[in-house]
C-alpha cells in the first residue's frame, strides 16, 4: 500500500488560508469516508484534528476543515495563526481492510 | 483522563524479537479497537497493524506480515504487538492508538510512543 501524497510544505501568513491536498486511489480515499487528518507539532504525538471527511473531534477550533472529491482529501486551515504550525498527515481507511497515511505536510506560518 | 502508555521498546539485534506493551485507562479498553503507528526518526506515520475490541480481527501492513503479531487482554487494558525477525527498517516510535467507536475509521488517543531501535 503506497503512502497518500501530501505536498512536502505550505506556508502562509497569520489570518490567511493554507490548503493541504491529501491524494490516494479509488481503493483507499475514493472509496469511503474514512478519510482523517492530523496534526503534530515537533516532539509530539500526532492528534486527530478531522475525522470521516469534515468532523471535528470536540476542541478542535472550527479554523479546520476537510473536503473531499473523487480521490483527493483536502484540510484547509482558516485565519491561520502561530499555533498551527506543525506537521499534518491525511489518513485512509482502505478497501482492504487497513489503513494509509500520507506523506505528511510541514505548515510554517510566516 | 484517557491515556495509552507503550512500554517495551529498546535497543535489539537484527534478526531478534522484541514485545511491545500498551496499557490503557480512563475509558472501557474493551469497547474499542487498538491499533500500532510507527515512525521512523524524521519521516512521516506509517499504520503497522490493529486488533478489534473482541480480538476477532487482527490486521497487518504488508511490510510486517507474518513477522508482527498484535494481541490484546480486556481484562488487563493492555494491548501488545509481538515483534519477531526484526530488521533494520522497523527502527520507529511505535504508537498505539485508539480507533473511535462504531465505524468511525481514525485514531483519536495516541500513546506517547515507545522507541524501537533496530541495530547491530
Known amino acids: 500500500q503506497s503512502a497518500l501524497t501530501q505536498p512536502p510544505s505550505v506556508s502562509g501568513s497569520p489570518g490567511q488560508s493554507v490548503t493541504i491536498s491529501c491524494t490516494g486511489t479509488?481503493?483507499?480515499?475514493?472509496?469511503?469516508?474514512?478519510v482523517s487528518w492530523y496534526q503534530q507539532p515537533p516532539g509530539t504525538a500526532p492528534k486527530l484534528i478531522i475525522y470521516e471527511i469534515n468532523n471535528r473531534p470536540s476542541g478542535v477550533p472550527d479554523r479546520f476543515s476537510g473536503t473531499k472529491s473523487g480521490n483527493t482529501a483536502s484540510l484547509t486551515i482558516s485565519g491561520l495563526q502561530a499555533e498551527d504550525e506543525a506537521d499534518y498527515y491525511c489518513?485512509?481507511?482502505?478497501?482492504?481492510?487497513?489503513?494509509?497515511f500520507g506523506t505528511g505536510t510541514n505548515v510554517t506560518v510566516l | 483522563e484517557v491515556q495509552l502508555v507503550e512500554s517495551g521498546g529498546g535497543l535489539v539485534q537484527p534478526g531478534r524479537s522484541l514485545r511491545l506493551s500498551c496499557a490503557a485507562s480512563?475509558?472501557?479498553?474493551?469497547?474499542?479497537?487498538i491499533h500500532w503507528v510507527r515512525q521512523r526518526p524524521g519521516k512521516g506515520l506509517e499504520w503497522v497493524s490493529g486488533?478489534?475490541?473482541?480480538?476477532?480481527?487482527?490486521v497487518y501492513a504488508d511490510s510486517v506480515k507474518g513477522r508482527f503479531s498484535v494481541s490484546r487482554d480486556n481484562a488487563w487494558n493492555s494491548a501488545y504487538l509481538q515483534m519477531n525477525s526484526l530488521r533494520l527498517e522497523d527502527t520507529a516510535l511505535y504508537y498505539c492508538?485508539?480507533?473511535?467507536?462504531?465505524?468511525?475509521?481514525?485514531?483519536?488517543?495516541w500513546g506517547q510512543g515507545t522507541m524501537v531501535t533496530v541495530s547491530s
Open positions: 480512563g475509558f472501557t479498553f474493551g469497547d474499542y479497537a
Open positions: 489518513s485512509s481507511y482502505t478497501s482492504s481492510n487497513t489503513y494509509v
Open positions: 486488533i478489534s475490541w473482541d480480538s476477532g480481527s487482527k
Open positions: 479509488r481503493s483507499d480515499v475514493g472509496s469511503n469516508k474514512g
Open positions: 492508538v485508539k480507533r473511535l467507536s462504531g465505524d468511525t475509521r481514525a485514531f483519536d488517543i
